[in-house]
């Protein structure tokens, strides 16, 4: 028998997260504050409070009010969002729960807008969408971090977990290294709680830090992955200065001067896909460039109005957040820099973001597997909340608020599971051989360079007409690609430990890439984001069902489930 102390350092909790952004934060204090008695440890690649989305994006939560009819909002989103591929007994319960999760949230953190008698500054996106929305400054996880170490949570920075560690069919651990010196560490813990956030394909540079690591360590621990196929997340972009031009879909138009944006109505609570499939189809018909008309986008000229501070400036009802301010004042000069902004006309082209998020999940946050589960971007599609759409399910503001809500309800669940089990031993053998992948790529002097496979998936995932605007011979060509780059992975090298951690991040795109196709190629219909121009057509018959993937004795395996749609209350059919 192999002791583990031969094979790295060893350290033991009760509860461990992988993961210090929003979720894994929340995760932790909602663990420590219902189960006090529960050790909590969170490791993160980076520094816990500092990584992750949430100081990255708009610091945008959307919310349901008193005023907010849950029952109008489950029906609104199964008509006009996830296209009845919700589980709307897991969503109903999130849309209750909204408020709850982003004022706890705000106790730990205090950087909710509010007004001087402390009531939540809120608004709607549009006035027809049955929710609200609030700000919080991009600082928010700061003081989340430092009550986190206050409540008695561990945290290990700078520490990249690769794969989990298993006895029998229970996840009781996770194995990985130091970034710093190479150390390698091996977790041993009751309960363990993936909180990495999906997958980016490290495209586009704001959402880069998805990898992808913890889905791709979940399948290879036999896991089970759900709704691959609906990905990726794509905004119009200003071809010059490669930002979003927020906005831009409802106001588009051809070379010919043809409006291109017909489709888009006030229900419209995001970007949708549709804008990506109406630029691919001018453009291969070389009707382009696209353009779209800033002067007639009020969604843009609204945020340059708020990002430059002009917008209700001596309004008790504005949200006050100078870090956001700084931030997204500074993203937008460089729009109008480039040609957008207050130009009249910019060019447009679509811009992918991965947002793969597709561990599978229960009402608990638990996964497939015994003794893990998921929480935040790594499983927000996964748990089927959302439907038949990428993270965060078009609705601005739910990615925050999932990951709180998901948070919270996944630390107790993990938290109540851990403080009833005992502490099982890793199998010696298995961590033996997941040190030895892992670490492989350290020990050639000469190989695949990590960068190089990121490159070749890109090739064969961002192309427009690969992943968003599906075919089968399209899709087969780009998952044949895939493949090919997926047989170079035992070549990796890596001089450092930087590069041993990009080598794990590149071998976890490129299975993302590969679950997302083999799925995409299954579903024979176009439902929501999964848009195919060889089966156009939604098919309620066929297809009210989840897909989900898993490995199988080093096999993907595909399966499919029903839908449980005559047990929820809005069902296909009319409005």
């Not at 990905?231 to 409006?259: C, T, W």
């Not at 991040?505 to 299975?511: F, H, I, K, W, Y």
């Amino acid at each position: 028998m192999i002791a583990l102390e031969r094979l790295g350092k060893v350290t033991s909790t009760d509860l461990l997260i992988i993961g210090g952004g929003i979720s894994g934060l929340a995760a932790g204090m909602a663990a420590r504050e219902t189960h006090p008695d529960v050790e909590v440890l969170i490791v993160e690649k980076n520094v816990s409070g500092w990584a992750g989305q949430a100081n990255r994006g708009a610091g945008v939560l959307m919310f349901l009010g008193p005023d907010d009819d849950v029952d109008k909002f489950i029906k609104f989103h199964c008509h006009h969002i996830g296209a009845f591929l919700e589980d709307q007994e897991l969503l109903a319960d999130f849309a209750r729960g909204t408020l709850a999760a982003i004022e706890r949230f705000d106790s730990w953190s205090g950087r909710l807008c509010r007004r001087g008698d402390g009531s939540l500054i809120a608004r709607r996106f549009k006035p027809i969408l049955p929710w609200h929305i609030t700000g919080a400054d991009l600082d928010m996880l700061v003081p989340v971090r430092l009550k986190a170490g206050r409540a008695g949570i561990k945290f290990m920075d700078k520490v990249t977990l690769t794969d989990l560690l298993k006895d029998g069919d229970r996840v009781v651990g996770a194995l990985g290294f130091s970034l710093l010196d190479g150390t390698c560490h091996i977790i041993k813990a009751k309960a363990t709680i993936i909180a990495t956030g999906g997958d980016s394909m490290k495209i586009m540079n704001m959402w880069s830090c998805q990898r992808g690591e913890g889905a791709a360590a979940a399948y290879r621990a036999g896991a089970q992955l759900r709704n691959c196929e609906f990905a990726p997340m794509m905004e119009m972009l200003n071809v010059r200065s490669k930002q979003a031009i927020l906005g831009a879909e409802d106001v588009m138009y051809n070379a010919k001067g043809d409006f291109l944006s017909g489709w888009r109505t006030e229900c419209d609570a995001d970007c949708d896909a549709f804008a990506g499939i109406v630029w691919h189809r001018e453009m291969l018909a070389g009707n382009g460039p696209i353009t779209t008309k800033n002067p007639e986008n009020r969604l843009l000229q609204s945020t340059i109005k708020h990002a430059e501070n002009l917008e209700g400036k001596d309004s008790e009802d504005r949200w006050v957040r100078p870090f956001h301010e700084k931030f997204w004042g500074a993203l937008m000069r460089k729009t109008v820099e480039a040609d957008g902004g207050r130009k009249p006309v910019s060019e447009v082209i679509p811009g992918i973001v991965g947002e793969h998020s597709p561990v599978r999940v229960d009402h608990n946050m638990k996964t497939t597997l015994d003794g893990l589960y998921a929480i935040g971007n790594a499983c927000y599609v996964g748990s089927s909340m959302v439907g038949a759409v990428p993270t965060p399910g078009r609705i601005r503001g739910s990615g925050l608020t999932g990951a709180i809500w998901m948070g919270i309800r996944g630390g107790e669940s993990a938290a109540r599971y851990a403080a009833d089990v005992a502490m099982a031993e890793p199998d010696a053998p298995q961590t033996e051989a997941c040190k030895a992948a892992t670490f492989a790529p350290i020990g050639r002097s000469a190989g695949v360079h990590p960068t190089e496979v990121v490159h070749a998936v890109h090739k064969a995932y961002h192309p427009v007409g690969y992943s968003l605007h599906k075919s089968k011979e399209r899709m087969e060509e780009a998952l044949g690609m895939v493949l090919e780059v997926k047989r170079s992975l035992p070549q990796m090298a890596a001089p450092d430990w930087h590069y041993l951690s990009a080598c794990n991040e590149a071998r976890s795109m490129v299975l993302t890439a590969e679950v997302f196709y083999r799925t995409s190629l299954a579903r024979t219909e176009s439902r929501g984001w999964h848009i195919r121009e060889d089966y156009p057509e939604r098919d309620d018959t066929g297809w009210l069902k989840w897909i989900s993937i898993r490995d199988k004795d080093g096999e993907p395996e595909i399966t499919t489930e029903d839908i449980p749609i005559t047990r929820y209350p809005v069902k296909p059919g009319g409005e």
